[in-house]
Protein backbone atom coordinates (compact mmCIF):
# COMPACT_ATOMS: atom_id res chain seq x y z
CA UNK A 1 0.00 0.00 0.00
CA UNK A 2 1.56 3.38 -1.17
CA UNK A 3 2.13 6.06 1.47
CA UNK A 4 -0.78 8.48 0.62
CA UNK A 5 -3.04 5.46 0.98
CA UNK A 6 -2.25 4.95 4.61
CA UNK A 7 -2.39 8.49 5.58
CA UNK A 8 -6.13 8.37 4.13
CA UNK A 9 -6.98 5.61 6.90
CA UNK A 10 -5.86 7.18 9.61
CA UNK A 11 -7.96 10.53 8.61
CA UNK A 12 -10.96 8.29 8.14
CA UNK A 13 -10.21 6.62 11.79
CA UNK A 14 -9.75 9.93 13.09
CA UNK A 15 -13.15 11.29 12.01
CA UNK A 16 -14.70 8.44 12.92
CA UNK A 17 -13.26 8.61 16.40
CA UNK A 18 -14.44 12.25 16.75
CA UNK A 19 -17.92 11.70 15.66
CA UNK A 20 -17.97 9.10 18.34
CA UNK A 21 -16.64 11.45 21.02
CA UNK A 22 -19.24 14.07 20.08
CA UNK A 23 -22.03 11.67 20.20
CA UNK A 24 -20.94 10.44 23.43
CA UNK A 25 -20.84 14.15 24.92
CA UNK A 26 -24.36 15.15 23.79
CA UNK A 27 -25.63 11.93 25.34
CA UNK A 28 -23.83 12.73 29.01
CA UNK A 29 -25.37 16.32 28.35
CA UNK A 30 -29.13 14.98 27.40
CA UNK A 31 -28.81 12.82 30.55
CA UNK A 32 -27.27 15.06 33.21
CA UNK A 33 -28.71 18.29 32.15
CA UNK A 34 -25.83 21.67 31.67
CA UNK A 35 -22.96 22.07 34.56
CA UNK A 36 -23.27 25.74 35.65
CA UNK A 37 -19.43 26.08 34.90
CA UNK A 38 -18.85 28.33 37.88
CA UNK A 39 -19.66 25.53 40.10
CA UNK A 40 -16.71 24.43 42.14
CA UNK A 41 -15.48 20.86 41.82
CA UNK A 42 -15.98 19.82 45.08
CA UNK A 43 -17.31 20.73 48.30
CA UNK A 44 -15.72 23.78 49.76
CA UNK A 45 -13.05 23.54 53.01
CA UNK A 46 -13.92 26.39 54.52
CA UNK A 47 -18.02 26.62 56.68
CA UNK A 48 -20.57 28.54 55.49
CA UNK A 49 -20.68 31.90 56.90
CA UNK A 50 -23.70 31.90 59.43
CA UNK A 51 -26.92 34.12 58.73
CA UNK A 52 -28.32 35.81 61.31
CA UNK A 53 -31.80 34.38 61.90
CA UNK A 54 -35.07 36.19 61.69
CA UNK A 55 -35.65 35.68 65.43
CA UNK A 56 -32.68 37.10 66.70
CA UNK A 57 -32.22 41.28 67.53
CA UNK A 58 -28.80 42.73 66.36
CA UNK A 59 -28.61 44.44 69.54
CA UNK A 60 -28.37 48.02 70.85
CA UNK A 61 -24.79 49.34 69.77
CA UNK A 62 -25.55 52.95 70.14
CA UNK A 63 -23.30 55.27 72.64
CA UNK A 64 -25.91 55.21 75.28
CA UNK A 65 -26.19 51.84 75.57
CA UNK A 66 -21.90 51.57 75.52
CA UNK A 67 -21.77 54.27 77.97
CA UNK A 68 -24.16 52.22 80.51
CA UNK A 69 -24.39 48.88 81.51
CA UNK A 70 -27.77 47.51 80.59
CA UNK A 71 -30.20 46.25 83.85
CA UNK A 72 -29.03 42.88 83.12
CA UNK A 73 -25.59 43.59 84.75
CA UNK A 74 -25.08 44.17 88.25
CA UNK A 75 -25.02 47.43 89.46
CA UNK A 76 -22.58 48.67 92.33
CA UNK A 77 -23.97 49.65 95.10
CA UNK A 78 -22.85 52.69 97.62
CA UNK A 79 -22.66 53.13 101.03
CA UNK A 80 -24.15 56.65 102.05
CA UNK A 81 -21.49 58.30 103.52
CA UNK A 82 -22.97 59.15 107.05
CA UNK A 83 -23.27 62.88 108.11
CA UNK A 84 -20.94 64.04 111.30
CA UNK A 85 -22.44 65.23 114.37
CA UNK A 86 -21.91 69.12 115.44
CA UNK A 87 -19.25 69.51 117.30
CA UNK A 88 -20.53 71.41 120.51
CA UNK A 89 -17.98 74.26 120.66
CA UNK A 90 -19.90 77.36 123.13
CA UNK A 91 -21.25 77.10 126.24
CA UNK A 92 -25.21 77.43 126.29
CA UNK A 93 -27.24 80.27 127.69
CA UNK A 94 -30.11 79.82 129.94
CA UNK A 95 -33.51 79.83 127.77
CA UNK A 96 -36.41 81.26 129.61
CA UNK A 97 -39.40 78.68 129.82
CA UNK A 98 -41.84 82.00 130.57
CA UNK A 99 -42.42 85.09 128.29
CA UNK A 100 -40.78 88.34 129.30
CA UNK A 101 -42.31 89.20 132.84
CA UNK A 102 -45.26 91.68 132.72
CA UNK A 103 -44.75 94.29 135.03
CA UNK A 104 -46.63 95.07 137.95
CA UNK A 105 -49.28 97.82 137.44
CA UNK A 106 -49.89 100.50 139.50
CA UNK A 107 -53.54 101.04 140.75
CA UNK A 108 -55.63 102.98 137.86
CA UNK A 109 -57.55 105.81 138.56
CA UNK A 110 -60.94 105.78 140.46
CA UNK A 111 -64.26 105.48 138.14
CA UNK A 112 -65.20 109.31 139.31
CA UNK A 113 -61.95 110.71 137.59
CA UNK A 114 -62.69 112.53 134.11
CA UNK A 115 -62.52 110.47 131.26
CA UNK A 116 -59.23 111.56 129.58
CA UNK A 117 -57.31 110.76 132.67
CA UNK A 118 -58.13 107.33 132.60
CA UNK A 119 -57.75 107.14 129.23
CA UNK A 120 -54.27 108.53 129.46
CA UNK A 121 -53.92 106.14 132.26
CA UNK A 122 -54.73 102.97 130.03
CA UNK A 123 -51.94 104.48 127.15
CA UNK A 124 -49.66 105.02 130.19
CA UNK A 125 -49.99 101.05 130.59
CA UNK A 126 -49.31 100.08 126.96
CA UNK A 127 -46.05 101.64 127.05
CA UNK A 128 -45.14 100.03 130.58
CA UNK A 129 -45.70 96.95 129.09
CA UNK A 130 -44.32 97.33 125.37
CA UNK A 131 -41.16 98.05 127.32
CA UNK A 132 -41.36 95.75 130.18
CA UNK A 133 -40.82 98.15 132.90
CA UNK A 134 -43.01 100.85 134.94
CA UNK A 135 -41.68 103.80 135.73
CA UNK A 136 -43.95 106.39 137.11
CA UNK A 137 -41.62 108.55 138.07
CA UNK A 138 -39.93 109.01 134.41
CA UNK A 139 -43.40 108.83 132.30
CA UNK A 140 -45.41 112.32 131.23
CA UNK A 141 -48.58 112.25 129.23
CA UNK A 142 -50.36 114.96 127.28
CA UNK A 143 -53.31 115.05 124.55
CA UNK A 144 -54.43 117.43 122.20
CA UNK A 145 -58.00 117.98 124.10
CA UNK A 146 -58.98 118.47 127.59
CA UNK A 147 -61.15 117.26 130.24
CA UNK A 148 -63.70 119.47 129.39
CA UNK A 149 -63.79 118.51 125.88
CA UNK A 150 -64.97 115.46 126.59
CA UNK A 151 -67.71 115.84 128.53
CA UNK A 152 -69.93 117.24 125.23
CA UNK A 153 -71.71 113.92 123.63
CA UNK A 154 -69.65 113.54 120.37
CA UNK A 155 -67.33 112.33 118.16
CA UNK A 156 -63.61 113.08 118.57
CA UNK A 157 -60.15 112.49 117.29
CA UNK A 158 -57.49 113.40 118.50
CA UNK A 159 -53.85 112.66 120.17
CA UNK A 160 -51.71 111.82 123.35
CA UNK A 161 -48.27 111.61 123.73
CA UNK A 162 -46.59 109.41 126.45
CA UNK A 163 -42.86 109.72 127.12
CA UNK A 164 -41.28 106.99 128.83
CA UNK A 165 -37.41 107.73 129.98
CA UNK A 166 -37.39 110.26 126.80
CA UNK A 167 -38.86 108.24 124.55
CA UNK A 168 -41.66 109.70 123.35
CA UNK A 169 -44.80 107.67 121.84
CA UNK A 170 -47.44 109.09 120.08
CA UNK A 171 -50.92 107.58 119.94
CA UNK A 172 -54.00 108.44 117.88
CA UNK A 173 -57.61 108.24 119.75
CA UNK A 174 -60.97 108.39 118.51
CA UNK A 175 -63.52 108.89 121.17
CA UNK A 176 -67.30 108.79 121.42
CA UNK A 177 -68.47 110.31 123.84
CA UNK A 178 -72.29 109.20 124.66
CA UNK A 179 -74.41 109.94 127.41
CA UNK A 180 -73.48 107.26 130.24
CA UNK A 181 -70.02 106.23 128.55
CA UNK A 182 -67.40 106.96 126.62
CA UNK A 183 -66.69 104.58 123.97
CA UNK A 184 -62.65 104.90 122.53
CA UNK A 185 -59.81 103.22 120.81
CA UNK A 186 -56.36 104.22 120.05
CA UNK A 187 -53.59 103.24 117.50
CA UNK A 188 -49.84 103.38 117.30
CA UNK A 189 -47.35 103.30 114.32
CA UNK A 190 -44.24 102.45 117.03
CA UNK A 191 -43.94 101.54 120.87
CA UNK A 192 -40.97 101.30 122.85
CA UNK A 193 -39.19 97.94 123.73
CA UNK A 194 -36.14 97.81 125.54
CA UNK A 195 -33.09 95.98 124.87
CA UNK A 196 -33.16 93.75 127.78
CA UNK A 197 -36.81 92.31 126.64
CA UNK A 198 -35.68 91.94 123.27
CA UNK A 199 -32.79 89.85 124.19
CA UNK A 200 -34.72 88.09 126.88
CA UNK A 201 -37.31 86.48 124.07
CA UNK A 202 -35.15 86.12 121.35
CA UNK A 203 -32.99 83.78 123.65
CA UNK A 204 -36.39 82.28 124.95
CA UNK A 205 -37.34 81.38 120.97
CA UNK A 206 -34.02 80.58 119.31
CA UNK A 207 -32.33 77.48 118.90
CA UNK A 208 -29.89 76.23 121.47
CA UNK A 209 -28.71 80.10 121.94
CA UNK A 210 -25.00 80.76 123.25
CA UNK A 211 -24.54 84.70 122.26
CA UNK A 212 -27.72 86.76 121.81
CA UNK A 213 -27.55 90.43 120.39
CA UNK A 214 -29.87 92.80 119.18
CA UNK A 215 -30.35 96.45 117.26
CA UNK A 216 -31.93 97.89 120.26
CA UNK A 217 -29.78 99.97 122.47
CA UNK A 218 -31.44 100.46 125.67
CA UNK A 219 -34.72 101.53 124.88
CA UNK A 220 -35.98 102.50 121.33
CA UNK A 221 -39.50 102.74 119.46
CA UNK A 222 -40.33 99.50 117.29
CA UNK A 223 -43.05 99.63 114.31
CA UNK A 224 -45.88 97.58 115.53
CA UNK A 225 -46.95 94.75 113.52
CA UNK A 226 -43.66 94.88 110.90
CA UNK A 227 -41.88 91.06 110.99
CA UNK A 228 -38.75 93.08 110.61
CA UNK A 229 -39.57 95.43 113.08
CA UNK A 230 -36.42 93.95 115.32
CA UNK A 231 -33.22 92.11 114.34
CA UNK A 232 -31.16 90.16 116.76
CA UNK A 233 -28.62 87.23 116.07
CA UNK A 234 -27.90 84.69 117.44
CA UNK A 235 -24.64 82.28 117.61
CA UNK A 236 -25.82 78.90 118.90
CA UNK A 237 -23.66 76.46 121.06
CA UNK A 238 -22.21 74.83 117.44
CA UNK A 239 -21.31 78.60 116.46
CA UNK A 240 -23.51 78.94 113.71
CA UNK A 241 -24.54 82.53 113.80
CA UNK A 242 -28.36 83.21 112.47
CA UNK A 243 -30.16 86.63 112.13
CA UNK A 244 -33.87 86.53 113.95
CA UNK A 245 -36.44 89.32 112.76
CA UNK A 246 -38.84 90.38 115.35
CA UNK A 247 -42.71 91.26 115.12
CA UNK A 248 -43.97 93.76 118.16
CA UNK A 249 -47.53 92.95 118.45
CA UNK A 250 -49.99 95.82 120.42
CA UNK A 251 -50.24 93.86 123.33
CA UNK A 252 -45.97 94.66 123.60
CA UNK A 253 -45.41 90.83 122.81
CA UNK A 254 -42.94 89.68 120.80
CA UNK A 255 -42.87 87.38 117.83
CA UNK A 256 -39.10 85.79 116.20
CA UNK A 257 -38.35 84.20 113.11
CA UNK A 258 -35.35 83.20 112.14
CA UNK A 259 -34.09 84.06 108.16
CA UNK A 260 -34.50 80.86 106.56
Not at 4 to 11: D, I, P, Q, V, W
Not at 30 to 48: E, F, K, Q
Not at 156 to 172: E, I, L, P
Amino acid sequence: MSQRSKMLGRSKTLRLLGAGLAALCALVTASCGRLDPTAGVGPSVHPPTPQPSASRHKGDISPRRVAHPTSSQTATTRTPTATPTPTVTLTPLPQPAETYAAPKMPAPPKDSEPELVRIRYALKKIVWSAVGEVNEDKTSSSCTRSNNDLVRIGDYDFTCDVKFKGVRTRFKVTAEVKTSKVDWRWSAAELPVSESKAVYEVTRQAFKPARATCDLVDLELVKVGTQTGITCWVTDIYNERLAYRGKLLTDGAIAFRPDS
